[in-house]
């Protein structure tokens, strides 16, 4: 749970999801949209994979990126169960 919390701490990496909930991106299409290095966009990409943010798949000699919902409905139910217990303490 820290690492999905952490990826979602930078303004960057929230970008990249919000683009993603648009469609599937290429690596090369998401560092386009960022005035940043395409190694800082490869490692943004790493780390929201290892959070469960985001799949790739290789097409060809692209790698393409998808949102990945499962880890965003994990943390959702996670966060319902805390505040229902906070809510039954009162």
């Known amino acids: 749970m820290n690492t999905f919390f952490k990826a979602l701490n930078d303004s960057?990496?929230?970008?990249?999801?919000?683009?993603l909930k648009e469609k599937d991106l290429s690596a090369g299409e998401i560092a386009e949209a960022f005035?940043?290095?395409?190694?800082s966009i490869s490692h943004h990409l790493e780390?929201?994979?290892?959070?469960?943010?985001?799949?790739?798949?290789?097409?060809?000699q692209f790698i393409y990126y998808s949102?990945?919902?499962?880890?965003?409905e994990d943390a959702t139910q996670w966060?319902?169960?805390l505040m229902?217990?906070?809510t039954s303490k009162s």
């Open 67 to 72: 949102l990945n919902t499962t880890g965003l």
């Open 47 to 60: 780390l929201l994979k290892q959070a469960g943010l985001v799949e790739k798949e290789r097409k060809g």
């Open 12 to 19: 960057t990496r929230r970008q990249i999801l919000d683009m």
């Open 35 to 39: 005035d940043i290095s395409r190694p």
């Open 79 to 81: 966060l319902f169960e």
């Open 84 to 86: 229902d217990n906070n």
